[in-house]
Structures are given as C-alpha cells and as structure tokens.
C-alpha cells in the first residue's frame, strides 16, 4: 500500500522505521512544524520528520491539520491509508476523508483503557499491572475507533514512563507494520470498542507533578514514576523547587512526618502519610541532577527539616 505515515516524537520512531523496512511504500510523513530546542533554541525538526529526511520521505509540517495547502498536499500524495503514532494534533474529517483505507492510529493502551494524550503515565499512576497497545480506525471521536489488534505488556515495579514507553515504541512498531499487513491482505476486520473499562489519560501538567507528601507512599512512588522523564517530579526545599527522580518505598523505616528529611551515610528518607521513601536521584534548582545522599552532603539540615 501507499502510506503516509504521521507522527513526532522519538516513540514514534520505531515504528516509522518498521514501515520503510515492510513491504509499503512510504510516500510522505506528516509532522509537527520544527521547534525550538536546545540551548540555543534552535528551530528544530522532530524526531521523526528528521528520520523521515534522511530517508529522502517528502515530508509536510502543517501548522493545521485542516490548511487547504497541507490537505491538498496529502491528497496528491494519493495514500491508501495513513498510520499514525503520537502525531500530536487532532485530524478533521477533511484530512480523514483522503485514504481510503481510513487513518488507522497506535496508541499505547489496551483500549478502552486510557483513551487519550498519556495513556503510559496514567497507567502506572494508578498502579496498573498490565498495560499493551492497540491499532484502531481513527474516528473524530477521541480514541474510540474500532480495534484492528493489540498486544500487551507487563508493568514491572521500577517502570517509569521512560521505560515502559520505550518498550511499547518497539513492540508497537512491529503491530502496526502486521495491521498494514492485514488490511492490505483484507484478512484484519476492525472489531468495536467496548462500551466497558473507559478511562481517560489527559496530560500531566507540570503543576499534577508536585509531589504530595500527604499521600500513601505507593501513591508518591507512581507519581514520580509516571512523571518520568515528563514532565518531572518535583516538590520544594527552603522555597526553591528539587526535581526528583524515582523514589524507592521503604516500609521497614522508621515513621516520619509527611515530608520530613532525614539523611544517613547512604540514604536520605522522606516522610509520607505511610512508611518513608527513599530518595533517588535529585535535582537542585540551578545545578545538575545528582545522588540524593550527596546532595544531603552538602546542607545541615535543621531537625525535622521537610520538602513541601
């Protein structure tokens, strides 16, 4: 088939990579218009329009999924279908109208599951064990198109969104290059969502990453856990914020107060409305992220000193 693959960021990689290596013809990439990054803040391309580049794939940067120009551009492009991975804008019916064999999207959840922008981060938020991905018929509804297959994968313990996420990237690539598959076959039939088990993943905000001393400390562990890499975790010691990466609870400590610090040798322990957890590694505002024991190293901490 001829494809025109849309997608942005680096997990949607793989799977552009899976479909220039199958049997289809990649005619175009659809992505996000470059942006600034770096220090310099650079107009940068994405992780996938510079793939798609090197791959000497036309590529379209449309301001808007509904431009005249962008839609008059895919049509000529002439797709049978277009695969999609985190494109990160939503498509009009002008736009879904063009393939005839319709947008057909990965997402990474078992859907229903966690319709919606951060399906990995509220998996593990909420202490999912089991998470997967799903190609589904991109409908104008959000994430509630038929189901063409899906794979699952387990959640371990010290997942973070980092890591999880890049294991369904891999594993995800493979699932939609085998639904190209089927539906160029004509051998995969879409099968509707059910109407059970809907849950919904909005962003996380950089203000939802605070962390909530308060809280179980199964709760701060996810949290941290979810917001890693982004949009980071992070609390604030004497008015200036810390990043935090992954925490380890330690249910054998000695009771804190919810937030209270308390530094040893090899481990600092914060409070939590249950048992302590054990700082990682942190960041102070300014300076680069280091070991918590060796960031306690450098304060004098006053009795019962807390992060907030």
Not at 174 to 187: H, N, Q, S, Y
Request: net charge neutral; hydrophobic share 45%.
């Amino acid at each position: 088939m001829r494809l025109v693959f849309a997608g942005t960021p680096e997990p949607a990689v793989p799977a552009l990579r899976a479909l220039l290596a199958s049997s289809h013809d990649v005619v175009g990439v659809v992505t996000r218009p470059d942006a600034p990054a770096g220090r310099g803040r650079r107009l940068t391309a994405s992780p996938v329009g510079q793939v798609a580049a090197e791959a000497g794939v036309p590529v379209l940067k449309p301001a808007k999924a509904r431009d005249p120009e962008f839609l008059d551009a895919l049509r000529a492009l002439e797709p049978d279908c277009c695969p999609v991975v985190a494109y990160g804008a939503l498509l009009p019916r002008p736009a879904l109208d063009v393939p005839p064999r319709g947008w057909v999207n990965l997402h990474f959840s078992l859907l229903p599951a966690w319709r919606g922008a951060a399906p990995v981060q509220h998996a593990i938020l909420h202490g999912d064990d089991m998470t997967g991905a799903a190609t589904f018929q991109i409908e104008e509804g959000l994430d509630t198109g038929p189901v063409f297959g899906v794979l699952t994968e387990p959640i371990g313990p010290d997942d973070t969104a980092g890591t999880l996420l890049e294991r369904l990237a891999v594993a995800g690539a493979r699932l939609l290059a085998d639904t190209m598959d089927g539906i160029e076959a004509g051998v995969l039939e879409a099968r509707p969502q059910s109407a059970e088990g809907v849950s919904l993943a909005p962003k996380i905000t950089v203000e939802d990453a605070r962390v909530d001393w308060t809280a179980p400390a199964h709760r701060v562990d996810r949290l941290v856990r979810a917001c890693t890499p982004a949009p980071g975790a992070w609390t604030e010691f004497r008015g200036a914020r810390l990043k935090l990466g992954p925490v380890r609870p330690a249910p054998d400590a000695e009771r804190l107060a919810p937030g209270e610090l308390r530094a040893g040798k090899k481990d600092v322990l914060v409070g939590t409305a249950t048992h302590p957890v054990v700082l990682g590694e942190v960041g102070p505002q300014g300076k680069k992220t280091m070991r918590a024991a060796d960031w306690a190293r450098g304060l004098t901490l006053a009795e019962k000193e807390a992060l907030s």
